[in-house]
């Protein structure tokens, strides 16, 4: 047997599936191979390893928590389906109509105002008049 | 009462029927869970996870596949992309170790001198020396070696999980214990110097 066929067979020499015949070669083998020998060594630590991890049981609550948390999930689903009007159309609508509502006053309040370097300005003439000098017009429309 | 009849119970509205499944399922979902964490605690909450997330996925169960391939392939992936996570977050991780979270790791070793803690610590060592080799691995070696030692699942129904033929799962086992070998051999010699 070679090194080859020996490592083959690995598994099935550790799982005790090998015919008399094959396990008897490949003993033979590792009696005289180093390399094949601290490889199957190796090889036996981690089937240890592996079936002692193979062997840790859940915990016996799991599938109460998964089922708990499934059905919490559903209620949760089933609440948010009972208010659809609310969550997914009315508030939509009202923030975007109170959106719209506030761009409008804005523009409408910005639209009034008029600053006051643009307000007609008396003329400068008028301030020089003498108002106690002008003639009342009265005087003569009652003549 | 075959899946696919309580699939279609729980599509029509009974929750409850779910609860088969789990029962069914959960065992191989945690043992695949268990191969890629190595730890109790990860793999029950994972596999929580998973239960919850086939649940929330059923509609688009089509039977193209049977239910086994179909969870397994789910809980392959979840695995890799919690693996993916951790790996991402290494000072976490590094904490973790740091404070002891040494959480879910009372195995039931077959020890012959259990009491002797020199031996216990040559078994917290191989342990660890294992999980670092698998871990190590390629992640389309690690779940061929992960469904094929921790589920015993034939090559052929590993094929089927994996999508792939029967001749590449081969290939990938006896990669992943080449590998696992070379990495195993180097940890004990680095041990020794
Ligand atoms: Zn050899």
Redesign the pocket.
Known sequence: M??QL?QKESDAYHSGNLSEGLRMQVEM?LEH?R??SESFQLWAIADVVMEAEKAVKSNPFLVTRIMAGIEEMEHEGATRLRIPAYQKVLKPILISASLAAAIFIGVFVGSTYLPTGTVQRIPVELSYMNDAALESVDLYSQL | MTDQEIIGQILQGDLNRYKLLVERYQSIVFRTCMGFLHNKEDADDLTQDIFIQTYQTLSAYKGEASFSTWIYRITVNASLNKLRKSSKNPFLQRLENVFGSEKGKEYNFPVSDAENPETLIIQAERNEWVEKALNSLPEKQRTAIVLSKYDDLSQREIAVIMETTEGAVEALIQRAKANLREKLSALSKKKKN
Do not use: A, L, T, V
């Open positions: 070679n090194c020996c083998h191979c390399d094949c």
